[in-house]
């Protein structure tokens, strides 16, 4: 198995405070960080040195992550490179568009998984490890990381299956 220091993660991210921020959770995880601040400069990466992983930001100036990915799903030898899309625009005019498209077309250009921002650092890593094939050293959770998590998962999960689930815990 892995370890987080032989994997080498790229954070793309416009915003520089917030690339430090996601390039210092990871670095203090163990793993090799580089960064770019677009998807445009991100593909310079890819051609000349690709990494492990990529945590991908969607709304940036010069090419967005979501035109990113259009570009990465064209090079056959990077398929197998996981993707963690990190965004705070999932639900906002700014990406929701590109967001929906991404996700419902996720066979063919979707990330592995996403998480919006501000994201707590434990999930961050894990997504990294899950995403890599890395043992995950699960931290006891407060009541408010659980309530938080929850209240995440219910705000993202599908209609049908939550009515499922619900009728489940009604049966006692």
């Known amino acids: 198995m892995a370890a987080p220091s032989e994997k080498k993660i790229l954070v793309v991210d ?5 690339r430090l921020y996601l390039q210092t959770v990871l670095a203090d995880a163990g793993f ?30 010069r090419k967005s992550g979501a035109k990113f990915l259009y570009e990465y799903h064209k ?16 639900k906002d005019d700014l990406g929701k568009e590109d967001f929906h498209e991404i996700m419902a077309n996720r066979s063919l250009l979707g990330p592995e998984t996403y998480l919006e921002k501000p994201v707590k650092p434990l999930s961050y890593v894990n997504s990294f490890k899950r995403a890599l094939g890395i043992k995950i050293t699960e931290e006891p959770h407060s009541k408010e990381e659980t309530k ?14 939550m009515d499922q689930i619900l009728n489940l815990l009604k049966q006692k």
């Open 32 to 61: 090799q960080v580089e960064t770019a601040c677009d998807g445009y400069q991100a593909l310079e990466m890819f051609e000349s040195n690709p990494p492990d992983a990529v945590s991908l930001d969607l709304v940036m100036p």
């Open 148 to 161: 938080d998590e929850i209240k995440g998962l219910l705000n993202n999960a599908d209609p049908q299956k």
């Open 14 to 18: 416009d915003e520089p405070d917030v």
């Open 75 to 90: 090079h056959d030898e990077w398929s197998g490179i996981p993707i963690i899309l990190v965004t705070a625009h999932a």
